[in-house]
């Protein structure tokens, strides 16, 4: 069987409810700082076989902010009193390297991993608002070039401190006595130019070895940054309109990126956000489109648009007149998001009102019946464009339907799994097991290591 043949598509689903508007009835209105509703998101998403469930964050509000981010969860806590409540969904959650210790992240997702049984996923960003910084000392965010600057550094000393223990270290041998071999405990002693961090990590590797790297950048310096340390990348590309060749072209330009960095194309895999809706006739979907954003207001929408560019006031801009050139702003924000929507803008003619509507409610490709949704994540994948989709679904209604109509579809096909194929997130996403970088394996010399990774393995 050919590699080609033999992918399947990878799925996940964003457990904060996706999408819509908390007036709208099919979206529960606190759903964002309920447990409750995580807890039955993921608890669809595992009754699909999906991969993972993902949590996005952000620690930075103003009162321009839109309702979702005002009051929600904190990542790693929800995740844990997910992790108790399913056993084979992954659980994904974001965390910052520019506003918190590399030891504490560490930490922190090593235990979840440990927690879950091997399911933990942490989803890297630095950070793209400019008030963030006042929320952790700081004057100001980091410009965009020493963010990556940051990050690079940050991932290798987690990273390293993973693989502080090799994975036979904890014998816990009753009868002899004996609870670990330290002879397999290593201390990272890392001095770097933003972080000095001595180690080890006290805690065990878990069974997949590391919790599996996510990351959404997608400017230059974030894909370069994925192409070295990560295993998946988010992208919203086909949530924003369906562009079959934009998204393919961006999926080629990852995997050359990551085979240049010494890594094989299939050790990263790209998950384009979609939002799918379904309907028994493409009326009936284009009429639950309509439907799902008729409670959005151009306050709201516009507020929307403004986050991608650090909160700038869009108020002095006529609603119903084109937007003018937007210059420089947002390039230090959400940029690669930020340059789309000006490119939009000038593209298309576009108002303050038609674009901050496209931005609140990007309707993509994927609202049908469960055909024409079928057909389209086949075309995607297979193209290829995708490994796999981040289903961000308004309504737990919603998900039902593609869980229930879609789902089968595709594993009629052969293109989806009937049944988890392990028990670990890295498992079911097929990725290998990461050797720890202190082990030399027979006939593989340690030279063979990168030099970021020599330079780690200390103690």
Same mark, same amino acid.
Do not use: C
């Given at each position: 069987? *050919?590699? @080609?043949?033999?992918?399947?598509?990878?799925?996940?689903?964003?457990?904060?409810?996706?999408?819509?508007?908390?007036?709208?009835?099919?979206?529960?209105?606190?759903?964002?700082?309920?447990? @409750?509703?995580?807890?039955?998101?993921?608890?669809?998403?595992?009754?699909?076989?999906?991969?993972?469930?993902?949590?996005?964050?952000?620690?930075?509000?103003?009162?321009?902010?839109?309702?979702?981010?005002?009051?929600?969860?904190?990542?790693?806590?929800?995740?844990?009193?997910?992790?108790?409540?399913?056993?084979?969904?992954?659980?994904?959650?974001?965390?910052?390297?520019?506003?918190?210790?590399?030891?504490?992240?560490?930490?922190?997702?090593?235990?979840?991993?440990?927690?879950?049984?091997?399911?933990?996923?942490?989803?890297?960003?630095?950070?793209?608002?400019?008030?963030?910084?006042?929320?952790?000392?700081?004057?100001?965010?980091?410009?965009?070039?020493?963010?990556?600057?940051?990050?690079?550094?940050?991932?290798?000393?987690?990273?390293?401190?993973?693989?502080?223990?090799?994975?036979?270290?904890?014998?816990?041998?009753?009868?002899?006595?004996?609870?670990?071999?330290?002879?397999?405990?290593?201390?990272?002693?890392?001095?770097?130019?933003?972080?000095?961090?001595?180690?080890?990590?006290?805690?065990?590797?878990?069974?997949?070895?590391? %919790?599996?790297?996510?990351?959404?950048?997608?400017?230059?310096?974030?894909? @370069?940054?994925?192409?070295?340390?990560?295993?998946?990348?988010?992208?919203?590309?086909?949530?924003?309109?369906?562009?079959?060749?934009?998204?393919?072209?961006?999926?080629?330009?990852?995997?050359?990126?990551?085979?240049?960095?010494?890594?094989?194309?299939?050790?990263?895999?790209?998950?384009?956000?979609?939002?799918?809706?379904?309907?028994?006739?493409?009326?009936?979907?284009?009429?639950?489109?309509?439907?799902?954003?008729?409670?959005?207001?151009?306050?709201?929408?516009?507020?929307?648009?403004?986050?991608?560019?650090?909160?700038?006031?869009?108020?002095?801009?006529?609603?119903?007149? %084109?937007?003018?050139?937007?210059?420089?702003?947002?390039?230090?924000?959400?940029?690669?998001?930020?340059?789309?929507?000006?490119?939009?803008?000038?593209?298309?003619?576009?108002?303050?009102?038609?674009?901050?509507?496209?931005?609140?409610?990007?309707?993509?490709?994927?609202?049908?019946?469960?055909?024409?949704?079928?057909?389209?994540?086949?075309?995607?994948?297979?193209? %290829?464009?995708?490994?796999?989709?981040?289903?961000?679904?308004?309504?737990?209604?919603?998900?039902?339907?593609?869980?229930?109509?879609?789902?089968?579809?595709?594993?009629?096909?052969?293109?989806?799994?009937?049944?988890?194929?392990?028990?670990?997130?890295?498992?079911?996403?097929?990725?290998?097991?990461?050797?720890?970088?202190?082990?030399?394996?027979?006939? *593989?010399?340690?030279?063979?290591?990168?030099?970021?990774?020599?330079?780690?393995?200390?103690?």
């Amino acid at each position: 069987m *050919s590699a @080609q043949k033999s992918r399947k598509i990878k799925l996940g689903v964003g457990l904060q409810g996706g999408g819509g508007h908390w007036r709208d009835p099919a979206v529960a209105d606190g759903a964002v700082s309920d447990i @409750q509703s995580y807890i039955n998101y993921a608890r669809i998403g595992e009754r699909g076989k999906f991969d993972l469930g993902f949590i996005a964050d952000s620690a930075y509000i103003t009162r321009d902010s839109t309702w979702p981010f005002l009051s929600r969860l904190e990542p790693l806590t929800a995740l844990s009193a997910i992790s108790a409540l399913t056993t084979h969904l992954g659980v994904v959650g974001t965390a910052t390297t520019s506003f918190s210790e590399p030891f504490t992240t560490a930490r922190q997702f090593a235990s979840l991993d440990k927690i879950s049984g091997g399911r933990a996923g942490w989803n890297a960003v630095t950070s793209a608002l400019e008030g963030l910084g006042k929320n952790h000392g700081h004057e100001k965010l980091y410009d965009h070039e020493l963010r990556y600057r940051i990050a690079e550094e940050y991932l290798q000393v987690v990273e390293g401190l993973w693989d502080s223990w090799e994975d036979d270290a904890f014998v816990r041998d009753r009868q002899s006595g004996r609870y670990v071999d330290l002879n397999k405990m290593h201390t990272l002693d890392h001095k770097g130019e933003f972080f000095s961090v001595q180690g080890p990590l006290n805690m065990e590797r878990s069974p997949q070895g590391r %919790p599996v790297r996510f990351q959404a950048g997608a400017s230059d310096a974030g894909i @370069q940054l994925a192409a070295r340390h990560a295993d998946a990348i988010f992208s919203d590309n086909l949530s924003r309109s369906y562009s079959l060749e934009d998204a393919a072209g961006y999926y080629r330009k990852v995997k050359e990126r990551t085979r240049a960095a010494g890594r094989d194309g299939s050790e990263i895999l790209i998950f384009p956000a979609i939002n799918p809706i379904v309907g028994d006739t493409q009326e009936e979907a284009d009429f639950l489109y309509q439907e799902s954003i008729k409670y959005t207001d151009v306050e709201h929408a516009v507020k929307y648009l403004s986050r991608y560019f650090s909160f700038f006031d869009f108020s002095q801009f006529p609603l119903d007149e %084109p937007l003018p050139d937007l210059g420089e702003i947002g390039n230090n924000s959400f940029k690669s998001t930020a340059e789309f929507y000006k490119n939009l803008a000038k593209r298309e003619k576009l108002t303050l009102r038609q674009l901050a509507f496209r931005a609140a409610n990007p309707r993509g490709g994927f609202v049908g019946t469960a055909q024409f949704v079928a057909d389209k994540l086949q075309e995607v994948f297979e193209y %290829p464009a995708a490994d796999g989709f981040m289903i961000m679904a308004a309504g737990q209604k919603n998900l039902n339907r593609f869980v229930d109509e879609v789902v089968p579809l595709l594993q009629e096909r052969g293109l989806y799994r009937r049944d988890y194929e392990g028990t670990t997130l890295r498992e079911n996403l097929g990725l290998e097991f990461p050797r720890n970088r202190h082990v030399v394996v027979a006939g *593989s010399p340690d030279a063979t290591f990168p030099a970021q990774i020599k330079e780690l393995s200390v103690g």
